[in-house]
């Protein structure tokens, strides 16, 4: 596993490096042009950020029932990663909708709830950080709070009409967009299972000193 | 061992990326087709198209760069932890 | 022994609350501030603008019930009666429903001064359907109440607790407000849109069945250390 990470991450370099070359060989999209292709690094990062609050919720849910150590790294490293794809949704999302659709913001049903979902992530990782003793059972109990919200968040705001293109759009994409898509969504797949890895590698590391702390003082 | 891979890699990372990143796209500048031109608008969208590319591609290296500061400081800790454990046990 | 001790728990608070007032005077007045505030920024040319009572109105139940779930657990933690309590050989889920309780009946009594003093100052047509009014504000509040017992309850012994409570409650209840807002939205037009504003209640009450359900099951591993 730790030797693989290596030339994985060398591997996700590259294919990062090289997406503008696929993306640019995409075929144009008729009605928003060159900016549509913000979507192959959008979309995909939008996608990561739902997986990986997925995965901090069920982590969080495991380590506040089983009391599972490992489950609590899992979570706060997937919460991280949740905050830093969730920035990277909402600064390239405004960039493209400022040409497509002339605004930089609109508040609407998935653009709120990317917003709400980035500051709970956020909110988690001040817990941990600032929370005092206990914070890791409070940090479990609001992603596993959010995770919960998620239905109703996404269901309150979808009733009003929304602008942002359907989830439809994935499945039916043209040829010769789904190849770059699905590039696009490859590396930064790759570029968080890379990056999840060594965050969990940080934390257990942290316990790892922690327990030699605790050990000296014995 | 772990730190020095994350910075070989943040560094090449660093400059090869844009390198390759940054050459001209070769359809681009080509023909387009009549029915492809986008509407025309007061924005150049090129400068947005980089602007989010170039932003994920700092995130990614800033977050990298942040657990190998973490990283380096918990094995310094470590390192120091072992080297007090040795000279008690002398 | 599950709702007598719920129950014991609410009399104490409303027994200690009535003696000194000292909660529930200063949050109503902090509404009153509030809306007070909001009116510098929601009136045009001396007219308010259209349906921003509703906004100012659950705006004003949010802030202030923030600041009443601090105060009332800050109470706890100064008197180190939290720990006794947890100690009591009581289920500590029915603990958690007595505080929740008491920061409903709190509110409750908020909101009897608020809305009425909302719709006097903006003017607005609150009152065309008392009974829906009065349910949607019933259910926004115990849901908001829910998540925010749980929040407080846990941030009691963390040193930044009083910027940490509305950090992490404000996101996790925007659902709750939206019901809230929208529904009174609903509620204040000129033919009323009932059938938005009972949408909006069952939404409201979807919720708050599954915050309460989630918020007892994860009281208990929370306050083990």
């Not at chain 3, 259209?50 to 009443?68: K, P, Q, V």
């Amino acid at each position: 596993m730790k030797k693989a990470f290596l030339p994985l991450l060398l591997l996700a370099a590259a294919m990062f490096a090289y997406a503008p070359v696929v993306i640019a060989h995409a075929d144009y999209e008729s009605t928003m042009g060159l900016v549509q292709k913000v979507m192959y690094f959008h979309a995909p990062s939008g996608m990561v950020m739902l997986m990986s609050a997925v995965v901090c919720g069920v982590a969080s849910a495991l380590y506040l029932w089983k009391k599972d150590p490992a489950a609590d790294r899992v979570a706060i490293a997937a919460a991280e990663l949740t905050a830093l794809f969730g920035l990277i949704v909402l600064v390239t999302g405004p960039l493209w909708a400022r040409k497509a659709w002339g605004v930089w913001w609109v508040w609407e049903a998935r653009l709120t709830m990317s917003f709400v979902g980035w500051l709970i992530a956020v909110g988690y990782l001040f817990v941990r950080k600032y929370g005092g003793p206990g914070s890791d059972k409070l940090g479990a109990a609001l992603a596993v709070f959010c995770t919960a919200n998620v239905p109703f968040l996404y269901c309150s705001f979808n009733i009003w009409r929304t602008m942002h293109p359907m989830t439809t759009v994935v499945p039916t994409l043209q040829p010769g967009m789904r190849g770059a898509f699905w590039f696009s969504a490859l590396t930064l797949f790759l570029l968080y299972g890379l990056l999840l890895t060594a965050r969990i590698h940080l934390e257990r590391q942290r316990t790892a000193l922690d327990q030699l702390y605790l050990a000296e003082e014995d | 061992m772990m730190r020095r891979l994350l910075l070989v890699v943040w560094l090449l990372a660093g400059a090869v990326a844009p390198v390759l990143a940054f050459q001209p796209p070769a359809a681009q500048s080509e023909y387009v087709p009549v029915k492809d031109l986008p509407p025309v608008d007061q924005l150049p969208a090129a400068p947005l198209l980089v602007a989010a590319y170039s932003f994920i591609w700092l995130a990614a290296m800033f977050y990298l760069w942040t657990i190998w500061r973490r990283l380096g400081k918990v094995e310094a800790e470590m390192r120091a932890l072992e080297q007090r454990r040795s000279h008690s046990n002398r | 022994m599950f709702v007598r001790t719920a129950l014991l728990v609410l009399r104490k608070d409303f027994a200690i609350e009535v003696k000194s007032r000292e909660i529930l005077y200063t949050t109503l007045l902090f509404a009153l501030s509030c809306v007070l505030v909001f009116s510098i920024a929601f009136v045009k040319e001396g007219e308010p603008l259209e349906d921003a009572a509703a906004g100012i109105l659950w705006i004003a139940i949010e802030f202030a019930g923030t600041l009443a779930l601090g105060r009332t657990f800050e109470r706890e933690r100064y008197g180190e009666t939290l720990r006794a309590l947890l100690l009591a050989p009581a289920p500590r889920a029915a603990i958690y429903v007595g505080k929740m309780l008491g920061i409903v009946v709190l509110l409750t009594v908020c909101e009897l001064l608020l809305v009425p003093l909302v719709a006097l100052l903006f003017r607005s047509r609150l009152f065309e359907e008392p009974v829906l009014l009065v349910v949607l504000l019933l259910t926004g509040t115990i849901g908001f109440a829910v998540v925010g017992s749980l929040f407080a309850a846990m941030l009691v012994r963390a040193r930044t607790r009083d910027v940490m409570l509305p950090i992490l409650l404000y996101p996790m209840t925007v659902p709750l407000m939206i019901g809230g807002v929208r529904g009174t939205v609903a509620l204040t037009q000129t033919p009323v849109d009932q059938a938005s504003a009972v949408m909006w209640i069952v939404l409201l009450l979807c919720m708050d069945a599954v915050f309460l359900v989630l918020a007892l099951w994860t009281f208990e591993p929370l306050m083990t250390e």
